[in-house]
T-cell receptor, first 112, second 116 residues
Framework: QQQVKQSPQSLIVQKGGIPIINCAYENTAFDYFPWYQQFPGKGPALLIAIRPDVSEKKEGRFTISFNKSAKQFSLHIMDSQPGDSATYFC???????????FGKGTTLSVSS | GAVVSQHPSRVICKSGTSVKIECRSLDFQATTMFWYRQFPKQSLMLMATSNEGSKATYEQGVEKDKFLINHASLTLSTLTVTSAHPEDSSFYICSARDLTTSYGYTFGSGTRLTVV
């Protein structure tokens, strides 16, 4: 049973566009919602994360929107650049100290 | 920030041999480390959770006798793939939680294992 559902599977945008990646979760006990960026052959790197008591968080060009009632959260990348082309994973966890559970990933391509 | 060093980055081994992968937390103590496996174009799948000084907890379907995990110190966890077979070829990634930061999980750079 997939605990975090991520969409879309792939996304192509032009430079300067605003790609949006969505995730939905099942368990209301989840308490941490990070987004990771992964380049081929590398480990994932934390982009931005949010806690369920906040509805939005911005860090640079990255914004997380969080809807607790809908059990959904999304990543927005402002002014996307070709260097943003990577695979993005949403994640969450069952409780403090436990491992992160990942979505299936979204491959983003930003064309110049 | 917190850094997790994983070694080697790539390894090729013959079928039937064993391979050890190391994961070190460089600037923080990690009482808990996590091991993931990632197949091409797929997500990270949790294999096991390792706690310093105790036995690892394996996820359902992961053979504990094949994937030996040792977490003997607060900065080092190792994953040994025993009697490797071609189907064990994958990208293995470790992660550690830095308790000095809020919620932070840091990942290693991964190990590409190819069994021939």
């Amino acid at each position: 049973q997939q605990q975090v559902k991520q969409s879309p599977q792939s996304l192509i945008v032009q430079k300067g566009g605003i790609p949006i990646i969505n995730c939905a979760y099942e368990n209301t006990a989840f308490d941490y919602f990070p987004w990771y960026q992964q380049f081929p052959g590398k480990g994932p790197a934390l982009l931005i994360a949010i806690r369920p008591d906040v509805s939005e968080k911005k860090e640079g060009r990255f914004t997380i929107s969080f809807n607790k009632s809908a059990k959904q959260f999304s990543l927005h990348i402002m002014d996307s650049q070709p260097g943003d082309s990577a695979t993005y994973f949403c994640a969450t966890r069952a409780q403090a100290g436990t491992a992160l559970i990942f979505g299936k990933g979204t491959t983003l391509s930003v064309s110049s | 920030g917190a850094v997790v060093s994983q070694h080697p980055s790539r390894v090729i081994c013959k079928s039937g041999t064993s391979v050890k992968i190391e994961c070190r937390s460089l600037d923080f103590q990690a009482t808990t480390m996590f091991w993931y496996r990632q197949f091409p174009k797929q997500s990270l799948m949790l294999m096991a959770t390792s706690n310093e000084g105790s036995k690892a907890t394996y996820e359902q379907g992961v053979e504990k006798d094949k994937f030996l995990i040792n977490h003997a110190s607060l900065t080092l966890s190792t994953l040994t793939v025993t009697s490797a077979h071609p189907e064990d070829s994958s990208f293995y990634i470790c992660s550690a939680r830095d308790l000095t930061t809020s919620y932070g999980y840091t990942f290693g750079s991964g190990t590409r294992l190819t069994v021939v």
